[in-house]
Structure formats: structure tokens, C-alpha cells
């Protein structure tokens, strides 16, 4: 789903031989994505895997619960790119940890983050987002 993927070449098998063969199998990806476009696009057969399910705040790991490993992974890309490094988040990760809405995963989204495991899941509360963000 990501928009800024390229894919930049037709596929092409290499047989035992080492003459090249067209690719003829089946491209399978989310409906509506980068894969979809592709495949119509040069003529290849399409299976969908679905659509791609709804972003769960705080969910980087995509296991559809804010855990101390969803966290981990904030805190580390945010220092990263504090120190000047490459982004370390896909698309889809940077949108499930910006919290604050302000289009990065800053030390506010990881300090929300860690405020949300802790409250919901450690102390057993059901505090929203909106709930922590005014405390």
C-alpha cells in the first residue's frame, strides 16, 4: 500500500538454461495497492489478499494491540532519526505511531505510547487516546 513504492522492471524467470522466460504466475497483494497496478498494468494475472485492515494506533508491530514492543520500536526510530539516520519505519508503522497527529513519530508519540501500554495494559484501565493526551 505503500505510494511511493516502484517497481521498476517486468519480471523475468531465469530457467535452468539461463534463457529468459516471461513471468506467468499469479501477483498477489492487497486490492487497490502498488501490486494491483502493476499487475493490470503489464497483463498479469491478480489474486487479492484482501484489503488492508484499519490502522490501530499505537500498533507498529501490526498485531492489533499497543504493545511494549510497538514502544521499543518508536523510541528507537525516533532516535535514529534524532542522530541524523535513516527513516526505520515503513509507511504504515509511521502512521500507526504518530499519535499526536502532527505526521511524525516524535518523543510526545512514544511518551503517549508508553503512558497508553502502561495505563491499559499494566494497570488494567481503558483510557483512550484523547484521555491521556489531556493529562
Not at 504493545?67 to 520500536?73: A, K, R
Amino acid at each position: 500500500m505503500n505510494p511511493n513504492c516502484e517497481i521498476v522492471s517486468k519480471p523475468i524467470i531465469y530457467t535452468v538454461d539461463t534463457k529468459e522466460k516471461p513471468f506467468e504466475g499469479t501477483i498477489r497483494g492487497y486490492s487497490g495497492s502498488t501490486a494491483e497496478a502493476y499487475a493490470k498494468k503489464y497483463g498479469y494475472k491478480f489474486e487479492t489478499i484482501g484489503t488492508p485492515a484499519e490502522t490501530v494506533l499505537g500498533d507498529i508491530t501490526g498485531d492489533s494491540a499497543v504493545g511494549i514492543e510497538d514502544v521499543q520500536i518508536a523510541l528507537k526510530s525516533y532516535t535514529a532519526m534524532v542522530a541524523g539516520l535513516p527513516e526505520t519505519l515503513t509507511a504504515a508503522q509511521k502512521k500507526a505511531g504518530d499519535i499526536t497527529g502532527d505526521g511524525t513519530v516524535s518523543a510526545d508519540d512514544v511518551q503517549l505510547m508508553l503512558k497508553y501500554y502502561t495505563e491499559n495494559t499494566a494497570a488494567g484501565k481503558k483510557l483512550t487516546w484523547a484521555d491521556l493526551q489531556k493529562s
